[in-house]
C-alpha cells in the first residue's frame, strides 16, 4: 500500500529523471560541444538522483512497514 | 544534430518516464508496479543516458566534431591546400586517414590513455572556445610525439627504407629526433591564406 508522501517522492524521482533525459534529447537537437559537454554533466547525474530518490522512497516504504 | 534513432529513444524515454508519473500511485502500490518503476525511473533511463553519452563521445572524435567550432575553419581548409608536403593536407587528400575523423587520427595519443587525455584536452579548448577566450596564435599543448606517426608509419616499408630515415632511425623510435624536424609543415596557413587549394573549387 502506498502512502501520499511515498507517492510524492516517486513523482519527484520521475521529474528528476525526466529532466536528466530531457537535457539530453535538448542537447542531440541542437549538437555541439558545449550542449554536449552540459548534456553529459547533468543528463546522468539527474537520471541516478531521480533513480536513488526512488529506491529510497520504496527502501523506506518497506521499512514503515516492517518488511525489511 | 544526432541520429533520428537516438533522438526518437530519448522521446520515448520521456514518455515512459511521463507515463509513469501520472501511474505512480497506482503502481507504487504492488510489487509488479514497482518493479515497472524501478525499469521505467531507473534501469531505462540509465541506459538510455549511457548510450547517449558513449554516441556522443564517438561522435566528438568526428572531423565535423572539431572543425565546428569557428576558430578550427582555418585548419579544416588546410587540408585542402596545394602543398604535398604540408602533413594534413598530405593524409587528407590521399586518404592516409579516415576522412570521417581525421584531425582525431594525428591529435589523440595512442598509449593507453591517449582517448582519455584527447577528450580533456577537448574539455579546455571548450573552456576556451567559451570562456577564456582563444589565443590569437593556436598552438599544441606539447610537442608533437613521433609515437603518434609511428603507429601508423612504424613497420611501413617506405619509412624504414626511406634513404633519409635510415641514418636515424633509432632517433626517430626514441624520439629523441623528431619528425617534425623534417617534416616541417603541418598545416600550411600560408597557402589558406593565399587560397591556394586543391581541387577543393
Known sequence: MTTPIMTKKIRRAAVLAGLGLGVQLVAALHWTPATFILSAVLGPPLVLAGGVLFLVAVWKNMKDKGAV | ?201
Open chain 2, 1 to 201: 544534430m544526432l541520429p533520428l534513432s537516438a533522438i526518437v529513444a530519448l522521446v520515448v524515454g520521456i514518455a515512459i518516464v511521463a507515463f509513469l508519473f501520472f501511474g505512480a500511485e497506482a503502481l507504487a502500490g504492488q510489487t509488479v508496479g514497482r518493479l515497472v518503476l524501478l525499469a521505467g525511473l531507473l534501469a531505462l533511463p540509465l541506459l538510455l543516458s549511457l548510450g547517449n553519452i558513449s554516441y556522443g563521445l564517438h561522435e566528438s572524435s568526428s572531423t565535423r566534431f572539431c572543425l565546428s567550432c569557428h576558430e578550427m575553419q582555418r585548419h579544416g581548409k588546410s587540408l585542402f591546400v596545394d602543398n604535398k608536403q604540408a602533413l594534413a593536407a598530405a593524409h587528407y587528400q590521399n586518404r592516409l586517414v579516415e576522412r570521417e575523423s581525421v584531425c582525431y587520427s594525428c591529435h589523440k595519443d595512442y598509449a593507453m590513455f591517449g582517448d582519455v587525455t584527447a577528450k580533456l584536452n577537448g574539455l579546455r579548448h571548450v573552456w576556451a572556445h567559451y570562456v577564456a577566450g582563444v589565443p590569437k596564435k593556436i598552438e599544441l599543448y606539447k610537442p608533437y610525439p613521433n609515437s603518434n606517426c609511428l603507429h601508423c608509419h612504424d613497420d611501413a616499408r617506405r619509412f624504414i627504407d626511406g634513404p633519409a630515415h635510415r641514418p636515424i632511425l633509432p632517433a626517430l623510435y626514441a624520439g629523441t629526433t623528431s619528425c617534425l624536424s623534417c617534416h616541417r609543415v603541418a598545416h600550411d596557413m600560408a597557402k589558406v591564406d593565399a587560397d591556394e587549394l586543391w581541387q577543393a573549387h
